[in-house]
């Protein structure tokens, strides 16, 4: 009896000890979670009145926002970066309370629970508590600026100022955290005797999808800080980061995400990074000083072109490392595996190029380009959108080895001489893309009425794809896709025939009718699935998997 006594003695120390422990950890939690803003001196820009001289423009002074006929909003700003900040977010607020709505409802469509949404906002908050720290006081201002205009219908992830801070590493969180690879992105360029004209040009596709409603409202930004460049961007609502942009020196940056690590605390996020080298770059060596001198936490490749040195290299970063990819011709090409000598055979590396998509789709675009030389703006376009798999095969419509992947937040073409840039419109990388000469935006004096800022002249037209068949057949099967992420209905025979060669609807089709408890179809619809191109290493283990529990139950 004694020893029973004593044994729940200390066993009762022992749950007092882990109580404790654990609370002080959910304190610690919850401290490093409560971001605070910067300090701000001169909060004057707080009482700027928005006006609406007419249509969809709305002004402060100089700075203003529109939407053109193509559903893309150009916005100008200016100013030191409170200041701008504060204009961003006054001008592009509606924008900014349908981004984080449309975010947020993805979130909870992947993580239904609310307990799970309150605890993960304590994991996120934990993993960026270095974020302050790592962001340069300059953007932690601009950000703290565009907060006032976040709407409070969201306090429940955290403050304004928090969560604005915090989604500029959503991107490297999700893709590091679970490898997620939601930015599979290809970019490439050309110069010298592989363009037309001789001119440096430039394309990539910004392959990142969280849901459609996300990619709904993009916005062309151009930036007037008070220190540096002039430059463009597209962006989203409550978004200062960049992932695709160039500034007026011709320099072009954009972003390709590799194989990371899981972090443990956070570093400067890979869109602030970009962002301070379009701020502050005006060619190659001044570039790649800003990246050396940053800490990120994922591993990255940036594509820089520039018109100073007539040429594009890729700068490849990992969290403890820096390489330069120099292809030393007149052409680059850059998927989501690194290039250089350095990085090669790092083992994160060989496996993404074993078991992804990257390889693939670089051959593919080799393939393209070789065919296309010299490249025009047009002949980018084309390659941008190609759906084809290698040796034009055709592989589905939508696979991931495809350049055109058909889930595009945006498509861009650089031309860093002539300061031109054309940015595609939707659907996808299929509308028009819409010209736009930096040269006369920047040259411009505020606007005073609702009109066209764009060099239309020089617009791509829509891809006939659109019109035919085929592309309605793959809406279809998108549907299908999409409700049964949402667990609603799936027409198994409309997805199948609808994108009959992509292995993806098979596989829909499939997971529709396992749900159903219909083994037999769901194993006939994986068979014809493995038959096809399937994009990924592991996707066709999942699939296999699945199949082999199909035939496993009675």
């Not at 993580?111 to 953007?139: C, K, M, Q, T």
């Not at 394309?203 to 220190?227: L, M, T």
């Not at 085929?470 to 099967?477: H, I, P, S």
């Not at 998108?478 to 009959?500: C, I, W, Y």
Request: net charge positive; proline share 4%.
């Amino acid at each position: 009896m004694r020893f029973l006594k004593k044994s729940l003695k200390i066993l009762g120390w022992a749950l007092v000890v882990i109580l404790v422990l654990l609370l002080l950890f959910c304190g610690y939690v919850w401290y490093v979670s409560n971001v605070q803003p910067p300090r701000v001196q001169d909060t004057s820009a707080l009482s700027l009145h928005v006006k609406h001289p007419e249509g969809s423009l709305y002004t402060i002074g100089d700075n203003w926002i529109r939407c053109n006929r193509y559903g893309l909003y150009e916005m100008y700003v200016s100013g030191k970066p409170f200041e701008r900040g504060v204009k961003n977010g006054k001008l592009s607020a509606p924008l900014i309370t349908a981004q984080e709505e449309a975010f947020t409802q993805q979130i909870r469509q992947m993580i239904p629970s609310p307990f799970y949404l309150h605890f993960l906002r304590y994991i996120v908050g934990f993993l960026n508590r270095d974020l302050p720290a790592a962001v340069d006081s300059e953007y932690k201002e601009e950000i703290y600026g565009i907060s006032f205009a976040a709407a409070d219908s969201f306090n429940w992830i955290g403050s304004k100022y928090a969560r604005l801070l915090n989604y500029h590493a959503a991107h490297d969180i999700g893709h590091a955290l679970q490898n997620m690879m939601l930015v599979g992105c290809t970019s490439f360029g050309a110069w010298g005797g592989r363009t037309e004209t001789g001119a440096l040009l430039l394309g990539r596709n910004f392959d990142f999808w969280v849901g459609d409603a996300f990619a709904r409202n993009k916005i062309v930004a151009f930036y007037a800080p008070d220190r540096g460049h002039k430059f463009m961007f597209v962006t989203w609502g409550g978004f200062t980061g960049v992932v695709s942009g160039m500034n007026d020196a011709g320099l072009t940056v954009t972003i390709n995400a590799a194989k990371s690590e899981i972090p443990f605390h956070a570093a400067t996020p890979v869109s602030l990074v970009a962002r301070e080298i379009l701020q502050y770059a005006g060619n190659l060596k001044e570039a790649i000083a800003i990246a050396r001198s940053k800490t990120m936490f994922v591993s990255e490749s940036f594509l820089v072109g520039s018109a100073a040195d007539h040429k594009a290299i890729s700068i490849e970063k990992t969290p403890k490392d820096l390489a330069i990819y120099d292809p030393e011709s007149e052409d680059i090409l850059c998927t989501n595996h690194y290039q250089s000598k350095h990085f090669a055979h790092q083992k994160l590396n060989e496996e993404q190029m074993a078991n992804s998509a990257s390889v693939y789709r670089e051959e593919r675009l080799r393939e393209l380009m070789n065919r296309n030389f010299p490249l025009t703006p047009q002949k980018v376009a084309n390659i941008l959108r190609d759906r084809l798999g290698l040796h034009d095969k055709p592989i589905g419509i939508g696979n991931e080895k495809a350049i055109n992947q058909f889930i595009a937040h945006h498509s861009i073409i650089f031309s860093p001489d002539s300061l031109r840039v054309w940015v595609s419109t939707s659907p996808w990388q299929m509308g028009e893309y819409v010209c736009y000469d930096l040269k006369k935006i920047f040259a411009l004096h505020g606007l005073s009425q609702d009109r066209s800022i764009a060099d239309t002249a020089r617009n791509i037209a829509p891809d006939s794809f659109l019109h035919s068949p085929a592309y309605q057949g793959f809406l279809r099967f998108r549907e299908n896709k999409l409700s049964l992420m949402r667990h609603g209905f799936v027409d198994t025979a409309a997805t199948v025939q609808g994108d009959p060669l992509f292995y993806d609807a098979w596989r829909v089709a499939g997971d529709y009718c396992k749900r159903q408890g219909w083994l037999a179809a769901a194993a006939q619809y994986y068979r014809q699935a493995l038959r096809l191109e399937i994009a990924t290493v592991g996707e066709r283990r999942s699939i296999e998997k699945k199949l082999a529990a199909c035939i496993r139950r009675p």
